[in-house]
């Protein structure tokens, strides 16, 4: 009884929680990959179970390979971009610079924007058209003699512009991150290395950046399964074209305009896959670190 | 209180139209709402949609108008509410659908009435053109009422420079396209202008048409048409041919016609909203002057075909209101209605006897014509193919852009049409 009174209060508080998650999050999961199981290719038809068999097709369409292939190359160029500029942000407020408190807002607002509002915005800016069509930023770059480009628009390159934008957002989150990973660095310990004949940039290099490997990897994480299931932004700013296809624009096609929702979940099952690869190490590792400490 | 709460409804309609609709089911004052469902929000339609909702109002004391449109130009954005309202059994009293294949999966989900009774009690076979009723019925069945007339095949062009690149008049065929299209070249403008990949898909059709002849290209939509044959490969051997002399796309069909407005390309091949797009004052429009800032021709190869589309409202079952929406229905089949609702929107009426001297300029020409033409149903919007079908053609021509490989986009349309004619 008295054990009870322990744990029953807590319990009760969390159980509304745990119950909207079990349904909403994991029960809708579950639903999902069931119906990626079935053959229920129109909104009809009962749909009898088929195994991984779906699963399999999926790879004889062609669109699928453009659209993972885009996905790999906008994770790799936003992936990237974001860390690099962010770390580079972080590393230049970190020295100390005047009105610090204005620019970290500065770089942090684009967060507060929606995906929507940056891509309507930068869809105008990176318009393809050239010469004296040319509007945002390819009429800059005609203004100051940089060759124009044709931005989302390239067959080959287009998702390496697409991310653009999503480094101009998230960028600053990035450098909020690693602001915090620096300061977290005991100034004993760079003094210790600075004693020891360190240069400054070896202080960074040896120092500083393996004590940031946790919050590298936290920014990883986030922006990794950002990307991979990344919608609103490709839509705002190029709609469901087969130049920008990725992944889960593919399955709201495959629902809403094919009218195939078998197809949709298989589709939706893999981006669900794709993610958890990135995010289940992550669990087992901090969860292996909190029970280390 | 029924009108305040219809006023209310309308002045929201813009954007949360669909959220509003929820809270529709309110009846009161002895007034029944009527819930209209289509995506007529834009300039001119929305006007169209307002004059019907006048005459609806004045036929019937009884029934409020409530406008339940959701933004989105070609229903994209409506059609996925419209999905979830269906799903849960909660439908609009009526809703707007391209006419003809489109309407399928709808049919065979078993959402929609057999409006044939309608047809027979308002004689509505008499006065819609014979080929309209026989290419929207489906196994002797029709599920909705043709309210306008849109033409897919018109080739939009800039006399001036077609003048300056020594072209005399519109070309009548593909060969004289693809000529004048190099003429254009020479001189260093756009030849052809087009948008995003929608309006290359509608590119195609007008190919299709334009090379296999009227009777032909009607015959791809039977089950069992032969999609690798010669002809069809010639047909798509033109479309890339065509497709070379694109500029670079545009976003959406208004920049692509623009281009040609502005005089930097010669060509673009839109159907006729596209009139209201440059004749209109400015704001909603260009304000262009029609055959000297810009003109119209049947697309090449196409001439004498009226290659057509339709919105149409249907009569869900289960509406909640289903008196309200036949009364809604024969507004929109009657002359009034369509009268009041065409030289809007910018279309024309599906029925035979509309009041000429109400279609001026272009749609006077189309008029003629959509008495006289033989008919061919579009296929981006809507009328020859089914939903499904229209999402793999999109797929093979999104591909097809990117790698302009023929025998590729053939077979992609083959499989497409195997797996979906019926």
């Given amino acids: 009884m008295r054990r009870a009174r322990s744990w029953l209060p807590g319990l009760l508080l969390v159980s509304p929680s745990i119950v909207a998650i079990g349904v909403f999050v994991y029960g809708m999961l579950g639903w999902n990959f069931r119906l990626a199981m079935t053959d229920q290719h129109d909104e009809v038809s009962e749909g009898e179970f088929v195994g991984l068999k779906n699963f399999v097709d999926l790879w004889d369409v062609p669109r699928w390979h453009v ?8 994770t790799v160029v936003f992936v990237l971009g974001a860390l690099l500029l962010g770390w580079f942000l972080a590393f230049l407020m970190e020295k100390g610079i005047r009105g610090e408190g204005t620019f970290r807002a500065v770089y942090l607002f684009p967060m507060a924007v929606s995906f929507v509002a940056t891509g309507i915005v930068w869809r105008w800016l990176m318009n393809s058209g050239t010469g004296e069509r040319a509007v945002g930023l390819n009429r800059l770059f005609d ?8 931005w989302f628009r390239d067959p080959d390159w287009g998702m390496a512009a697409m991310a653009i934008p999503a480094i101009w957002q998230m960028s600053g989150y990035v450098m909020a991150l690693f602001l915090a990973g620096f300061r977290g660095v005991p100034e004993e310990l760079r003094e210790a290395a600075r004693v020891d004949g360190c240069t400054e940039w070896g202080v960074y290099r040896h120092v500083v950046l393996p004590l940031l490997r946790p919050v590298t990897l936290s920014a990883l994480i986030i922006l990794g399964h950002i990307s991979l299931k990344v919608f609103d932004l490709i839509v705002a700013v190029s709609g469901k074209q087969i ?25 939706a099952s893999y981006i669900v896959l794709s993610v958890a690869v990135f995010v289940i190490p992550y669990l087992v590792w901090s969860v292996r670190k909190e029970r280390r400490s | 209180m029924a009108g305040v709460l219809g006023l209310a409804a309308c002045g929201g309609s813009g954007g949360g139209g669909g959220q509003a609709a929820q809270s529709s089911a309110a009846t009161g004052g002895g007034k029944q709402q009527v819930e209209v469902f289509s995506w007529w929000t834009g300039p001119g339609e929305a006007d169209g949609l307002q004059a019907m909702k006048k005459i609806f109002e004045e036929r019937n004391p009884n029934y409020t108008f409530f406008d339940a449109a959701v933004a989105g130009g070609s229903g994209d954005k409506a059609k996925a509410l419209l999905q979830s309202k269906l799903q849960a059994d909660t439908p609009p009293d009526t809703f707007q659908g391209h006419a003809g294949a489109e309407l399928q999966g709808y049919i065979k989900a078993g959402d929609l009435e057999d409006l044939t009774f309608l047809y027979d009690e308002l004689k509505l076979k008499d006065v819609f053109p014979a080929q309209l009723v026989d290419q929207i019925s489906v196994q002797g069945k029709i599920y909705s009422v ?6 897919s095949n018109v080739l939009w062009f800039n006399p001036k420079v ?16 693809v000529a004048d299209l190099e003429k254009v070249k020479a001189k260093g403008k756009i030849p052809l202008s087009v948008g995003s990949e929608w309006t290359v898909t509608h590119l195609l059709e007008n190919v299709l048409l334009g090379t296999l002849g009227t009777d032909a290209y009607n015959a791809l939509f039977k089950p069992g048409a032969d999609w690798n044959s010669p002809q069809v490969a010639k047909a798509l051997e033109n479309f890339k041919t065509i497709l070379s002399y694109a500029g670079d796309p545009q976003d959406d069909w208004q920049p692509a016609a623009k281009q040609v407005a502005d005089g930097q390309a010669a060509f673009t091949i839109m159907g ?3 009139y209201g797009y440059f004749h209109n004052p400015p704001e909603g429009g260009l304000g262009k002057k029609s055959k000297e800032d810009f003109d119209w021709a049947p697309a090449p190869g196409t001439g004498g075909t009226y290659l057509w589309l339709s919105d149409s409202f249907t009569l869900p079952k289960g509406a909640k209101n289903r ?7 024969k507004v929109a089949a009657s002359k009034e209605g369509q009268d009041a609702f065409n030289p809007k929107k910018g279309s024309i009426p599906a029925r035979k006897d509309a009041d000429q001297s109400l279609y001026t300029d272009y749609l006077a020409d189309a008029l003629k014509d959509w008495s006289s033409d033989k008919l061919a149903g579009s296929i981006q919007h809507g009328v020859s193919v089914s939903q499904p079908w229209l999402a793999a053609i999109n797929e093979a021509v999104g591909l097809f852009i ?3 490989d023929v025998a590729a986009l053939q077979k992609a349309l083959a499989v497409a049409a195997q797996a979906n004619a019926q």
């Fill in chain 1, 143 to 150: 203004v100051i003699g940089l060759p124009q480009w044709q």
């Fill in chain 2, 272 to 274: 006729d909203w596209a």
């Fill in chain 2, 146 to 151: 043709p309210v306008n007339i849109h033409r």
């Fill in chain 2, 402 to 404: 990117a790698g302009k």
């Fill in chain 2, 162 to 177: 077609l003048k300056e690149a020594g072209v005399a008049a519109a070309p009548t065929t593909i060969e004289e396209f």
């Fill in chain 1, 243 to 267: 130049v920008t296809d990725v992944p889960a624009v593919f399955m709201w096609v495959a629902v809403f305009d094919a009218h195939d929702p078998a197809k949709g979940a298989t589709i």
């Fill in chain 2, 323 to 329: 008196d309200g929406a036949i009364a809604w229905l």
């Fill in chain 1, 67 to 74: 659209s993972v292939d885009h996905a790999v190359m906008f």
